[in-house]
């Protein structure tokens, strides 16, 4: 009989990563059969003991026989992992809604703030540290494992794990589903339907071919009747930008505009829900410094669960596959993880609609090693991306713009210094004053200085 397979999930008191991650890896049965050691890791040991019950009752309720344990020591969960799957985050929104907000304040156009423009930088740099650590963990402790990542902004810490650790890193996303779901839609066929083949970076990427699974056909042209025909407002907050790039570039981007939108220094005027983003009164303060979180909404579809009276909308978000934790169903999250370890442990050839690798030649046009967005296959070999075509020039330059940005930014980070995050920032499109620029790098140095990295002019 062949060992356990020891997974290690971090960041596993997470109330969506960790049980949407359990329920995955107890839905498998390649996994299950080779017997599954499963480690639960997160300094905050309060939601672990909620994590771990969850994880026994669906081991019980699928009659899965694994060992689960669960602990706030990283090293001692490491020896003899096979594969470590990690989405950590710090007080997630009460600093995301710094990150939304300070910029502007300073004058910058961002739209959203997570993954792209100024507060996408410190979003960065506060996950930075923590992603790092686990990725030289590893190297210490199981330096053969795969490291999987889901932690946002993905690409800028994905880069950081690939050129400051030797590990063997894969980030996935699940935003290609999202622009090929829009797709689908508006060419009124089942997203099934579809193979879509998408290439560029992790929201950002933009759709190489569409085609029919049936037919062959290409449906690019029909793509273009149909988008042509569509009333503007239909999902506007949602595919507008969308509508206007594929109309000028001639490609589909992914995921949709919040994303696509924070690489971009003029996409404010299709986002209507920009200034709803964690909106608060500034004459009353601003909530941060009383310790308070203003309510966050994706768009103008969604529906904060702590405002009643909020409008119902057509345009409701709801993740495929996304469950109550202690819902009757157990389904598949949608994610990629567990096809992937089905591939790299089980010897399973998968197709995986989307990984992040340093790049070798898979997207003509962008720098070796910049970490990029590609389809592949996983099997008992490893992970294969695939090689795309060029995209078209216009494109390439939009997105070489924020692999600059990106090795700038893990430079400053590698170096302690606040002057090479200033080049990052000066180099983003949504920088219009280097004043403000400094500026802005002081005060959320003054805001978040606790969980962002040593960093010196």
């Given amino acids: 009989m062949t060992d356990a397979l020891k997974i290690v999930l971090v960041g596993a008191g997470s109330r969506e990563f960790g049980p949407a991650s359990i329920r995955d890896l107890l839905l498998s049965d390649a996994l299950c059969d080779r017997g599954l050691d499963i480690v639960l890791v997160d300094i905050d040991p309060s939601e672990l003991p909620r994590t771990q019950a969850y994880a026994e009752s669906v081991a019980e309720r699928l009659g899965r026989s694994v060992s689960l344990t669960a602990t706030t020591d990283l090293a001692e969960a490491l020896p003899g992992a096979r594969a470590v799957v990690m989405a950590i985050e710090i007080r997630r929104y009460f600093y995301w809604a710094q990150d939304f907000h300070v910029p502007r304040t300073f004058g910058s156009s961002q739209i959203y703030g997570e993954n792209g423009g100024p507060g996408g930088l410190f979003h960065a740099l506060r996950n930075m540290g923590p992603s790092l650590a686990v990725a030289r963990a590893m190297e210490t402790h199981c330096p053969d494992a795969w490291l999987v990542n889901y932690t946002n902004p993905l690409t800028k810490l994905c880069e950081a794990q690939s050129r400051l650790s030797s590990v063997r890193m894969v980030g996935l996303c699940h935003g290609v589903f999202h622009g090929t779901a829009q797709m689908a839609h508006l060419l009124g066929l089942p997203p099934e339907r579809l193979e879509a083949r998408a290439s560029g970076l992790n929201h950002f990427s933009w759709f190489e071919s569409v085609r029919d699974r049936e037919t062959g056909d290409d449906l690019y042209p029909e ?121 790299v442990l ?106 962002l990295p040593d960093m010196e002019w």
Avoid at 256 to 283: C, K, M, R, V
Avoid at 380 to 396: C, K, S, Y
């Fill in 223 to 343: 793509l273009e009747r149909c988008e042509r025909e569509a009333h503007w407002l239909h999902d506007w907050d949602e595919i507008a930008l969308s509508r206007i790039l594929f109309r000028v570039f001639g490609r589909y981007p992914s995921p949709g505009t919040n994303h696509i939108g924070e690489y971009l220094g003029w996409a404010q005027e299709f986002l209507g829900s920009s200034l709803l983003q964690f909106f608060y009164d500034p004459a009353e303060g601003t909530p941060w410094e009383a310790g308070e979180t203003p309510t966050w909404i994706y768009n103008l579809g969604d529906h904060p669960t702590d405002v009643p009276a909020f409008p119902a909308s057509p345009l409701h978000r709801v993740k495929p596959g996304k469950e109550d934790e202690a819902g009757d169903g157990l389904v598949p999250s949608g994610e990629l993880a567990i096809p992937l370890l089905e591939g």
């Fill in 346 to 451: 089980c010897g399973i050839d998968t197709r995986l609609a989307a990984v992040n690798v340093p790049n070798a030649g898979y997207v003509p046009g962008l720098p070796d090693g910049a970490v990029v967005e590609v389809p592949a296959r996983a099997d008992g070999r490893g992970v294969h991306p695939a090689t795309m075509a060029p995209l078209p020039e216009g494109i390439l330059g939009l997105l070489r713009t924020q692999t600059t940005i990106n090795r700038l930014l893990v430079d400053a980070f590698a170096e302690g210094s606040r002057r090479t995050l200033l080049q990052a920032l000066l180099l983003d499109p949504t920088t219009h004053s280097y004043r403000a620029a400094v500026q802005t790098i002081n005060e959320m140095f003054r805001l978040q200085g606790d969980v």
